[in-house]
């Protein structure tokens, strides 16, 4: 089942410009992750908030989490082309079995 | 160098015939997860072992078959009775709880002709 649903499904933008994602979710959770993922490879982990966290902030990245509202944000600010990826956020749901679920991603693609 | 190794990377196979995607790490994680994705899609969970000896189906375990003797190693056989087998997957592993970071493979392309 798929829980995390990100917006927008593609960004295109400038490079040096600022690219904001999107995930809704519908469980409560005790923690939200963002991955990203080049064409053809693996994840790779960059961030994690947890519930009681409202904002977290690691190099160029900036996260919040809004769980009222059941909404999280990724911000990458001054985009560069190498941030051309998917992103993915998963939620790790504290109801039923314990496990990351994982969005269908945004597409980001910084011009240069 | 810590990871996870997947093998192969490419892998064709003929209708009807099983075929075994390797996984191995040497992060000394406890827990193994294996994903599916498919274009354009996300990641749905296959299996998972948070122990060795021991494993659990995830939301697309149908025609799929795993197994954990090893810590280190957590091999997955897409078998026969998989209807649509062609994806891209992805191992993964954790150092305990499931829904903590999790450490990804660079993935094996499985193409039935």
């Known amino acids: 089942s798929q829980q995390g649903e990100e917006d927008p499904q593609a960004l295109s933008i400038q490079e040096g410009e600022n690219a904001t994602m999107n995930c809704s979710y519908k469980?409560?959770?005790?923690?939200l992750q963002w991955y990203r993922q080049n064409s053809g490879r693996g994840l790779v982990h960059l961030i994690l908030?947890?519930?009681?966290?409202r904002e977290k902030h690691s190099g160029r990245l900036r996260v919040t989490l809004d769980t009222s509202k059941k909404s999280s944000s990724l911000l990458i600010t001054a985009s560069r082309a190498a941030d051309t990826a998917s992103y993915f956020c998963?939620?790790?749901?504290?109801?039923?079995?314990?496990?990351?679920?994982f969005g269908q991603g945004t597409r980001l693609t910084i011009n240069p | 160098d810590g990871g996870i190794t997947q093998s192969p990377k490419y892998l064709f196979r003929k209708e009807g015939q099983n075929v075994t995607l390797s996984c191995e790490q040497n992060?000394?994680?406890?827990?193994m997860y294996w994903y599916r994705q498919d274009p354009g899609q996300g990641l749905r969970l296959i299996y998972y072992?948070?122990?060795?000896?021991?494993?659990q189906k995830g939301d697309i375990a149908e025609g799929y078959s795993v197994s954990r003797e090893k810590k280190e190693s957590f091999p997955l056989t897409v078998t026969s009775a998989q209807k649509n087998p062609t994806a891209f997957y992805l191992c993964?592993?954790?150092?305990?709880?499931?829904?903590?970071?999790?450490?990804f493979g660079e993935g094996s392309r499985l193409t039935v002709l």
């Open positions: 993964a592993s954790s150092i305990g709880r499931h829904t903590g970071e999790l450490f």
């Open positions: 469980t409560s959770i005790n923690n």
């Open positions: 908030i947890r519930s009681n966290e």
């Open positions: 998963a939620t790790g749901s504290i109801q039923g079995a314990q496990k990351l679920v």
């Open positions: 992060l000394n994680h406890d827990a």
């Open positions: 072992s948070q122990i060795v000896n021991d494993f």
